[in-house]
C-alpha cells in the first residue's frame, strides 16, 4: 500500500531563517507530486506541483521553491522566511493523468510551521 | 481559471440534524471529488462523480453531481460528532492539467 510522509510534524523558525520540509512517498513510481499551503481556517493553496524528477510547476510566485530530486521526493525550501510564510504545508501524490481522469489525491500529515 | 465556489463557509447544527453543502460553477465540470478534513488533519479523498446527474452514497452520505455539471452537493442525514470537519469539493483545472482547484470548504460543527 502507498504511504505519503512529511516531516517534521511542527516547526518554528525566526523570521528571515531558512527552510526545507520534506515529503516522501512510498509503495507507488511515477506519482504527481503536490505542495499545498493552508493559513488558519482557511483553504488549500497550491504552491507546486510536479510531474517527474526535476519538473516542477509554480503556481504563485513568492519566496519559496520546490525541488524533486528523486522520484518520490518533494521538497520545499526558503532562503529567508516571512510572517506570512506561517501556515499549515500539506504534501500530497496523485497517480499520474496518463489520458485517464484525474485521480484522487492522498496528503500526507502536514506540518504546521510558524514563523516568528 | 476554473473556480468552484462553495456554500455555505460555515455551518453549526445540533447532532441528529441534517447537513447540505454546495459547489458551484459557471463552467461546465470534467468531474468534482470531494474531502473531508478533520480539525487538525489532513483531507481525505471522499469521493468522485463524473457523470451528469450522478448520485453516489456512503452510509449517511449523499453525493450529486448536476444534470448541466455545473453543481454539486454533500448532504448528511442525522449528523453525528463525528461529522465535524472541513468538506472541500475540487474540481480539474481547465485543459486537463495535472492538478486540482479546491473549493475553500465549508466548516461543519456538530453540538451534542
Known amino acids: 500500500s502507498q504511504t505519503i510522509h512529511q516531516w517534521p510534524a511542527t516547526l518554528v523558525q525566526p523570521v528571515g531563517s531558512p527552510l526545507s520540509l520534506e515529503c516522501t512517498v512510498e509503495g507507488t513510481s511515477n506519482p504527481n507530486l503536490y505542495w499545498y499551503r493552508q493559513a488558519a481556517g482557511r483553504g488549500l493553496q497550491l504552491l507546486f506541483y510536479?510531474?517527474?524528477?526535476?519538473?516542477i510547476s509554480s503556481e504563485v510566485p513568492q519566496n519559496l521553491s520546490a525541488s524533486r530530486p528523486q522520484d518520490r521526493q518533494f521538497i520545499l525550501s526558503s532562503k529567508k522566511l516571512l510572517l506570512s510564510d506561517s501556515g499549515f504545508y500539506l504534501c500530497?501524490?496523485?497517480?499520474?493523468?496518463?489520458?485517464?481522469?484525474?485521480?484522487?489525491?492522498?496528503f500526507g500529515p502536514g506540518t504546521r510551521l510558524t514563523v516568528t | 481559471g476554473q473556480q468552484v465556489m462553495q456554500i455555505p463557509q460555515y455551518q453549526h447544527v445540533q447532532e441528529g440534524e441534517d447537513f447540505t453543502t454546495y459547489c458551484n460553477s459557471s463552467t461546465t465540470l470534467s468531474n468534482i471529488q470531494w474531502y473531508k478534513q478533520r480539525p487538525g488533519g489532513h483531507p481525505v479523498f471522499l469521493i468522485q462523480?463524473?457523470?451528469?446527474?450522478e448520485v453516489k452514497k456512503q452510509k449517511r452520505l449523499t453525493f450529486q453531481f448536476g444534470e448541466a455539471k455545473k453543481n454539486s452537493s454533500l448532504h448528511i442525514t442525522a449528523t453525528q460528532t463525528t461529522d465535524v470537519g472541513t468538506y472541500f469539493c475540487a474540481t480539474i483545472t481547465q485543459g486537463g492539467s495535472e492538478k486540482l482547484v479546491f473549493g475553500k470548504g465549508t466548516k461543519l460543527t456538530v453540538n451534542p
Open positions: 510536479s510531474v517527474g524528477i526535476g519538473q
Open positions: 462523480l463524473v457523470k451528469s446527474g
Open positions: 500530497a501524490w496523485s497517480v499520474r493523468y496518463g489520458g485517464q481522469l484525474l485521480r484522487e489525491q492522498y
